[in-house]
């Protein structure tokens, strides 16, 4: 059984995410299908545009198959670890690196996995209902899927931001920091969709939907994240942020760093410093080495039990706090 379908007409293949159950998350089958698809639909002339959407309207993509990675590192299964990432990794780079326009309709979450097989891509849509994050620190691990690459080439501080407290975008908000390319209002997705199918010039199809005016309002205060993540030091910026007495936003990133496992932060500090002068395949190159040697670690396991398997959301990260972590592990895991 295959959770993607896939058809070709008027030009366009569309691909359809169909695992609604788990709201989309990547398995192994799902990452070699669409690899299988998309390396086909390259060297086809019948085949102009390619068109991704979702079957759920909850979600696009809610990440990868977590709970089934941890249960590789659970079983010592390293192969599979390596096998599962790296071709996840190698869809990416596919998708960025596509001979032909690739268009995502993101209508629900699109989370971990879910935007590195949309943000590679050249046109990304949005709705109102968009809900765009990665929140890979919380269960023991790091923003990869190319992230280590696009977080540090958005807005000032955004991708430090994003990395470290897992916040969640809205669509007109990824629009404003570049994870998106278009806004389009939910109600009107059917009918940007069905002109894509039609095969009709992409600037009239996306016309039919955008909204303009939208798509660059945010309350994002960009200026704070500027201001306390625009540095790649943990220590220093959960110090900033806890020094801003009285700050709401500011004591709710710390709570939101604060989930995440201690060493996942300064794993993902470290990433995304380096990231900032890396090509995109040195960054996955680095993201796969990292992820070997992150998954076998205990905060993994854990932290993926907390949020996934038990869901009480109380994991117990070892070491429990940022300045107790070993500097040696963080270079480990890193490759430094």
Known sequence: MSYIRSS???????????RPKALNALDQTMIDDMTDVLRRWADDDTVETVLVTSGSERAFCAGGDIR????????GDAAAITKYFGSEYELDQLIAEYPKPYITLID????????????????????EKALMAMPETAIGFFPDIGATYFLPRLPAGV?????????RVTGSDAVTLGLATHYVPRERLGAVADSIRS????????????????????????????EYFGDSSVPGILGGLRGAVGDDWAAEMVSLMAAGSPTSLLVTARLIELGASSL???CFERELRAAERICATPDFAEGVRAVLVDKDRDPHFSPAEVDAVDVGEIARIVGD
């Open 68 to 75: 089934a990675i941890r249960d590789n590192a659970l079983s």
């Open 280 to 282: 995109l395949d040195e």
């Open 8 to 18: 070709v007409a008027n030009g366009v293949g569309e691909i359809v995410l169909d």
């Open 108 to 127: 629900g979450a699109a989370m971990g996995g879910g935007l590195g097989i949309s943000v590679h891509g050249e046109i990304r849509v949005v709705t």
């Open 199 to 226: 095969g009709a010039p992409l600037v009239e199809a996306l016309g039919l939907g955008v909204d303009v005016d939208a798509a660059h309002d945010t309350d994002l205060p960009l200026t704070k994240i500027a």
């Open 159 to 167: 991708g430090m931001w994003l990395g470290l407290t897992g916040a």
